[in-house]
């Protein structure tokens, strides 16, 4: 296994199926995808990726929300997409019913009835046609909820529910949780461990490999986030670059 890579793709995306897919079986790479349920079931996407569609979609061009006593205030200039990102923050607080609610608010707020989804998941019949095409699909909890920030109630509900889903629909018994936004603590760990035997962080991290006995390391097993545009930004961040200038500017108080 040394000097090996494993590609993963979180969330199941419908771009996954249409331009991903026929690469990888051409090239003959091993894929694993972790699917989030809930989203697939109501066919459209993860939650926040709707919250974004609300911010695009509006015609309003300055406008606040009040939430929890908090008034956010946003404005479509240089600073929008800032600030929209810092408010998505705030969201991950909130537990999936919460969230729910939040968006009915939301929709209403900024007179966004339908959204575009620009970013859509696939439905169980691309995923079966997947899993026929013997790509591995695992679980990415049932609403992609910030696991951190919630009970241990939703999170108990969030692994069950994805485990049984999938199962139900294709067959396939997961053993694998990637934690959406790489997220995790104690209890998740702990929580997460009776519903599978391995888990996923983006913790940006070389897999070690002496490790994976290791009951509590093989639950935060790490990964490299990869959204970059060009090679050398993905270089970069794999060999540490961004950790040291990080450490830098915390030495320096920037």
Not at 93 to 98: I, L
Request: proline share 4%; charged share 25%; glycine share 2%.
């Amino acid at each position: 296994m040394k000097n090996t890579a494993y590609v993963v793709f979180d969330d199941a995306m419908l771009d996954f199926y249409e331009s991903s897919l026929p690469i990888l079986k051409e090239q003959n790479v091993p894929v694993t995808v972790f699917v989030a349920t809930e989203p697939v079931t109501k066919g459209n996407t993860i939650w926040n990726y709707q919250l974004f569609d609300f911010f695009l979609n509006t015609l309003f061009t300055e406008f606040e929300l009040e939430i929890d006593n908090n008034i956010y205030r946003f404005k479509k200039d240089r600073n929008y997409y800032q600030d929209v990102m810092v408010f998505h923050q705030k969201m991950l607080h909130k537990s999936p019913d919460e969230i729910s609610k939040l968006f009915d608010f939301i929709s209403k707020q900024l007179e966004v009835e339908e959204i575009n989804n620009f970013a859509p998941v696939c439905s169980w019949s691309h995923l079966t046609q997947i899993s026929n095409l013997e790509i591995d699909l695992q679980a990415h909890t049932h609403s992609h909820s910030y696991l951190p920030k919630q009970s241990a109630e939703v999170m108990n509900k969030e692994f069950s529910l994805s485990k049984k889903e999938i199962k139900t629909k294709i067959g396939i018994e997961t053993a694998m949780i990637a934690y959406p936004n790489g997220g995790y603590n104690n209890q998740v760990i702990e929580l997460a461990r009776k519903y599978f035997s391995y888990g996923f962080s983006v913790d940006e991290k070389f897999v070690n490999l002496n490790r994976l006995n290791d009951p509590i390391y093989r639950m935060i097993i790490p990964r490299f986030n990869v959204h970059d545009q060009c090679a050398e930004e993905i270089l970069l961040r794999t060999f540490g670059f961004h950790k040291m200038l990080r450490n830098i500017k915390s030495s320096i108080g920037l």
